[in-house]
């Protein structure tokens, strides 16, 4: 099969885990009989959830989402691809690292008030631990709206 989908990557910090929990709730607001990894994800399974994880690991873990089983039989014949209703499965792959990450310098700062952005841009960066992750989603967030809706989502997750 050939490869299909486009990548999101990023670095997030330790709190990762709960974003991909509130990331969970809202995407079962869209979809309420959400397939997680094959399985329907109901309210108790919901409560219980905790994000499966290695640390240092050396492959990535995946969380893999459906609408229904529909969906999931067209992940199968099509890949990470739009069905008719211009929806599609889409995948997080996530690593956690609990080691320290440095970086010389932060570029490209969004999500934050101007200022704020202003005077972090440029200066140094450093982690304690942090996971590293890709959103695979059916198509480009910027010109797919469903796919800007699930990575919209995701930032929302990570800053609530």
Known sequence: MELTGYPTDFLADVGFPEAVRRFLVRRT???????????RLDDAALRNWQLPEEPDASESNILGFARDAAMEQHWEDEGYALDDTREGPFALFYSRYSRPLT??????????????AESVESIGLMLTGFF???LLTPDDPATDPFSGIVLRD?????AS
């Open 29 to 39: 607001g869209h979809w309420p009989q959400l397939l997680l990894n094959g399985e």
């Open 103 to 116: 970086a010389g310098a932060v570029t490209g700062v969004s999500g934050v008030p101007e200022q704020l």
């Open 132 to 134: 590293v992750v890709t």
């Open 154 to 158: 995701l930032r929302d997750s990570l």
